[in-house]
Structure formats: structure tokens, C-alpha cells
């Protein structure tokens, strides 16, 4: 079965520090990434996503994803965290397989100490 | 302002009574989703909908049912089947099949007690 993994739960960071939090996939067809996140009391939205193209992509507030293809993997990253980054992330993947299907990971609660 | 509204955003519910959660999107999307997040667990899809009169079960559909008479609207129920109901439920869509991104609701969560 599809399955997405985030293997980090929770992560304390110090403001400047860098993040990377890790996401891995199983499944060997066409797929497209998702990185969501989820501020506290908000909804969740949308930081950034990968179709095709660059495997490197950019998004809102300074966040980065890189898609590894042989891997599996579409690890977000962060040079500098700030308090304010302080929520909870999601990785998505959505396979193409005639009906679509997004799959979701467990998440990752990021914790950033001022 | 486009966007997604779910109605209430906290319900109390006796245990053995049916309950419906309203999700209404103004955003002209084809797609709407129901999903539930449990602390650990992520998101769960529940049902999931591509057009007007066309739904079909997610991974944890049991216990829960939906129509989709209009695209603006997909009300999610939960029955007295469903063994685990307390939750947080959220509603999202989307434009088209290929997943441009998903664009959520704020959720409502559900207290069966």
C-alpha cells in the first residue's frame, strides 16, 4: 500500500538554526508533493509543491523542498528558523493512478525556542 | 473572499445520535474532501468527491456517509456506526484530478460524549 513517512514527531529548535525535516514515499508511479502547514489555531495551508520540472522548489516564507527521485524522499528545508515558524507540518503525496488519492504523513510538530 | 466554510466549529454530540458536518466552498472547485486528524495519526481521508452526484470512500470511510447534490456543498455525517467519532474533521478542495493543492477548511471538531 501508498504510504508516506515522517520520521521526525516533534523538533525543538533554536531561532537560526536549520531545519530539515525528512519525507519518504512508497510508490514507484507518477507522483506530485506537498509540503502543508498547519499554524496554531489556523487552518492548514499550503507551503509549497512539486509537479515536475526543478527538483528543488521554493516556497512561502523562506521554506524549501528538494524531491530525490531515487530516494523517494521530498525533505523540507529551512536556513534559518524563526519563532514564528513554530507549528505543525505535513508532507502529502498525490498519485496519479487514474482516481486521484492524496496521502498524507503523521506529521511533524516544530517547535522553535526564541 | 473565496474560500471554505465548515459549520460548527465545535459540536457535542450524545453517543448513538447522528450528526452532520456542513462544508460549503464558493472557491468553484471540482473536488471536496473530508479528512480526519488525530493527534499522531495525520490526516485520514474519509470520502472524497470529483463531481456533482459522484463520491467515493476513502481509507476510513466506515461510520460515515455523504452526498454531493450541489459542487459548492459536501456534508459529511457521522452515524451512530462510526466507533470512534470524537475528532477533528476537516473539509478541503480542489481545483482538478491532478491535485493543484488542496485548500482546507478550519475544521470542526467533534466531542460524542
Known amino acids: 500500500a501508498q504510504s508516506v513517512s515522517q520520521h521526525n514527531h516533534h523538533v525543538i529548535l533554536s531561532e537560526a538554526a536549520s531545519l530539515e525535516l525528512g519525507c519518504n514515499y512508497s510508490?514507484?508511479?507518477?507522483?506530485?508533493l506537498f509540503w502543508y502547514v498547519q499554524y496554531p489555531g489556523q487552518h492548514l495551508q499550503l507551503l509549497l509543491k512539486y509537479f515536475s520540472g526543478d527538483p528543488l522548489v521554493k516556497g512561502i516564507k523562506g521554506f524549501e523542498a528538494e524531491f530525490i527521485k531515487s530516494k523517494f524522499s521530498f525533505n523540507l528545508r529551512k536556513p534559518s528558523v524563526q519563532w514564528s515558524d513554530t507549528a505543525e507540518y505535513f508532507c502529502?503525496?498525490?498519485?496519479?493512478?487514474?482516481?486521484?488519492?492524496?496521502?498524507f504523513g503523521t506529521g511533524t510538530r516544530l517547535k522553535v525556542l526564541a | 473572499d473565496g474560500g471554505i466554510t465548515q459549520s460548527p466549529k465545535y459540536l457535542f454530540r450524545k453517543e448513538g445520535q447522528n450528526v452532520t458536518l456542513s462544508c460549503e466552498q464558493n472557491?468553484?472547485?471540482?473536488?471536496m474532501y473530508w479528512y480526519r486528524q488525530d493527534p499522531g495519526q495525520g490526516l485520514r481521508l474519509i470520502y472524497y468527491?470529483?463531481?456533482?452526484?459522484?463520491?467515493q470512500k476513502g481509507d476510513i470511510a466506515e461510520g460515515y456517509s455523504v452526498s454531493r447534490e450541489k459542487k459548492e456543498s459536501f456534508p459529511l455525517t457521522v452515524t451512530s456506526a462510526q466507533k470512534n467519532p470524537t475528532a477533528f474533521y476537516l473539509c478541503?478542495?480542489?481545483?482538478?484530478?491532478?491535485?493543484?493543492?488542496?485548500?482546507f477548511g478550519s475544521g470542526t471538531r467533534l466531542t460524542v460524549v
Open positions: 502529502a503525496v498525490a498519485t496519479v493512478t487514474g482516481t486521484y488519492k492524496y496521502i
Open positions: 472557491l468553484n472547485h471540482d473536488a
Open positions: 468527491s470529483q463531481i456533482v452526484n459522484d463520491f
Open positions: 510508490y514507484g508511479g507518477t507522483v506530485n
Open positions: 478541503a478542495s480542489s481545483i482538478g484530478a491532478l491535485g493543484a493543492g488542496y485548500t
